[in-house]
T-cell receptor
Framework: NAGVTQTPKFRVLKTGQSMTLLCAQDMNHEYMYWYRQDPGMGLRLIHYSVGEGTTAKGEVPDGYNVSRLKKQNFLLGLESAAPSQTSVYFC?????????FGPGTRLTVL | SQELEQSPQSLIVQEGKNLTINCTSSKTLYGLYWYKQKYGEGLIFLMMLQKGGEEKSHEKITAKLDEKKQQSSLHITASQPSHAGIYLCGAFSGGSNYKLTFGKGTLLTVNP
């Protein structure tokens, strides 16, 4: 099993550009999550999904959109990137509470 | 909303020394997770504690949950450079059993 994978690993955007981060899991987990990690702020939940076709807002959802069209995939979109969205993004999936994390995507917005 | 405070924020120890990291919750803990993160990598699950008084060990790492104090501690015995990294605690928030709130992490450096 690959577990949780994230694409891409690194990305540099200019302000105003858009992009989509892809998260895939092969563990048949119902729950999936997107977090961002910033120095001194810890992990903050952006959006999450409790099943295929459902999404919900987390702690810091502004400026992001998500979709869960397939159970194994959870997409995070930035429609118009801003420098404040420079961060490391982690995807996770869970079964019975324990969350399994992907390796992260390091995004820089210039 | 639930908040988790970790202490200390950072810690530098000499190899072979013991250390303790604490995680204190603003609300009752119904379960607590400990994760470890190496720089530039994802989080690795260490252990989960569910009951007050519960204690779990994995290799040289022991975690305890004190529900009355709304606190968990992570203790490393005879630290090694491989223990270096960021340790994060996480707990279920808002009555949910699937959304975790995380502490800000404790950065551990182990000098050889």
């Amino acid at each position: 099993n690959a577990g949780v994978t994230q694409t891409p690993k690194f990305r540099v955007l200019k302000t105003g550009q858009s992009m989509t981060l892809l998260c895939a899991q092969d563990m048949n987990h119902e729950y999936m999550y997107w977090y961002r990690q910033d120095p001194g702020m810890g992990l903050r939940l952006i959006h999450y999904s409790v099943g295929e076709g459902t999404t919900a807002k987390g702690e810091v959802p502004d400026g992001y959109n998500v979709s869960r069209l397939k159970k194994q995939n959870f997409l995070l979109g930035l429609e118009s990137a801003a420098p404040s969205q420079t961060s490391v993004y982690f995807c996770a999936s869970s079964y019975r509470g324990e969350q399994f994390f992907g390796p992260g995507t390091r995004l820089t917005v210039l | 909303s639930q908040e988790l405070e970790q202490s200390p924020q950072s810690l530098i120890v000499q190899e072979g020394k013991n250390l303790t990291i604490n995680c204190t919750s603003s609300k009752t803990l119904y379960g607590l997770y400990w994760y470890k993160q190496k720089y530039g990598e994802g989080l690795i699950f260490l252990m989960m504690l569910q009951k007050g008084g519960e204690e779990k060990s994995h290799e040289k790492i022991t975690a305890k949950l004190d529900e009355k104090k709304q606190q968990s501690s992570l203790h490393i015995t005879a630290s090694q450079p491989s223990h270096a990294g960021i340790y994060l605690c996480g707990a279920f928030s808002g009555g949910s059993n699937y959304k975790l709130t995380f502490g800000k992490g404790t950065l551990l450096t182990v000098n050889p």
